[in-house]
């Protein structure tokens, strides 16, 4: 961790032949006094608080009103979170400071009605595509770094169809929607670049991972190629932060862009600069002490992002969409108290996601919106911003909601299907009889349809985690908020309105909502195209692509088709000489194959 406290790097100067928007030399002089703290200090006020916010914000504003009216499409910047929990976010009563957030989300619509997926590769896959998991084959867990597999190709993505109105699209940080193909990698799913990582975790400060003994390697990327040179121990997040920075130096505000800065932070391994560490001594328990170290770098990191977008001229005309991936994980420090459950489970705590929108164009700022909103509601809406097309045989599961967030109106989405995985460990107790007959109820499925939450099979666990759970005492604790599920329990009903916290298991008591749902659960299950999860390819190991994670699958079947194809010519080839000599062999009495090779 010593590595993160000593002199942050220089940024690399902007790309030649970039120029500083306005005409007036006094304004030039400032531009370039501008670049010129850039170079020098690498980061924008980095570690400085929020006081010097206004005095930015002026400047900003004043070369805001000489460059940025050109375009009507607004600036989309859509910041991802990874594994940070429901209550880990100032606003929701958390101890760990997030000043950024708080103000960042009071000055614009809190979202406390907004639904993500439990776990990384399908939140990612939905917000991209605007699809349902069941829709993309990616239904069940995640996609492994072993696995030949990724985002379908025949996905038309979120950058591509920005990219399709005039929009520069850039990508910082985690993308964990696969890469065993060239095809499947960000640059080719719409991104005109790229800079971070491809699995789903690794190493803040080496970017190393190994996925399991004998299967480890580096894992950072510029565009299509292995980062080597950003080898230099700089924290991730602080270096995400960088290029974000850098790429809104270089860019001309009058263009309309979309940046994704999908953060490694805060999903372990638990790692932080030692300076971080300063607020949270009295934090007993060493996992959430990290954790919350890791959220105040990040917290910080978004602040000097907002002072990047103002002081290049974005601001006023940007939307800044903040959002987790999933629910937080206990063990590891997240907190998602007082919801039920936690990452990688159905429960509200895995599920259920810190999230808002921070933007001057907002017709109703400083509003909590509780209308129901999915991950899957982005691509409509930002694409729909964006003066977009959405191809009208395309069938979308998420929804245009932005007059839902900016005016206060009514959300068109009365349902969200959570997910069914067919193949996840099926509930022993589960059976056609306890669903009814409609429904199956050893499969793992959830869904949400206005108030009602149905869950059936084997939702995860269960526990509510307690702010008490992470003192000193440990997760002995925990019993006085532990449950055992009943014997031959197999399915769930909650009013999530009434009860957001999942005590009050109302199934028994309403049959005929729960047959309601089960029978949405039946006819989604319908269109449901068959699960993508192939098993591991042996060629995926670093240490056969030089100790690089990377595409390693359309070489291998280039070679093969190409064999393939020498071998059919060469068998024709056999076969005609083949025939001849057999003609040959007819008077001779020889045996063929002494020349047909």
Known sequence: MASGDSAEPLPPPPPEGWVWPGKIVVMGALAGFWVLSLLTYGYLCWGQGLEEEGFLGAQAGERLQTSSTATSQPHLIFILADDQGFRDVGYHGSEIKTP????????????????????????????????????????????????????????????????????????????????????????????????????????????????????????????????????????????????????????????????????????????????YFEHYRSIVNINRRRYAAMLSCLDEAIHNVTLALKRYGFYNNSIIIYSSDNGGQPAAGGSNWPLRGSKGTYWEGGIRAVGFVHSPLLKNKGTVCKELVHITDWYPTLISLAEGQIDEDIQLDGYDIWETISEGLRSPRVDILHNIDPIYTKAKNGSWAAGYGIWNTAIQSAIRVQHWKLLTGNPGYSDWVPPQAFSNLGPNRWHNERITLSTGKSIWLFNITADPYERVDLSGRYPGIVKKLLRRLSQFNKTAVPVRYPPKDPRSNPRLNGGVWGPWYKEESKKKKTNKTKAEKKQKKSKSRTRKHRTVCSSTKCHPSVTAG
């Open 100 to 275: 950024t957030l708080d103000k960042l989300a009071a000055e614009g619509v809190k979202l406390e009605n907004y639904y993500v997926q439990p776990i990384c590769t399908p939140s990612r896959s939905q917000f991209i595509t605007g699809k349902y998991q069941i829709h993309t084959g990616l239904q069940h867990s995640i996609i492994r770094p072993t696995q030949p597999n990724c985002l379908p190709l025949d996905n038309a993505t979120l950058p591509q169809k920005l990219k399709e109105v005039g929009y520069s699209t850039h990508m910082v940080g985690k993308w964990h929607l696969g890469f065993y193909r060239k095809e499947c990698m960000p640059t080719k799913r719409g991104f005109d670049t790229f800079f971070g990582s491809l699995l789903g975790s690794g190493d803040y400060y080496t970017h190393y991972k190994c996925d399991s003994p004998g299967m480890c390697g580096y894992d950072l990327y510029e565009n299509d190629n292995a980062a080597w040179d950003y080898d230099n121990g700089i924290y991730s997040t602080q270096m995400y932060t960088q290029r974000v920075q850098q790429i809104l130096a270089s860019h001309d505000p009058k263009k309309p862009i979309f940046l994704y800065v999908a953060y490694q932070a805060v999903h372990s391994p638990l790692q932080a600069p030692g300076r």
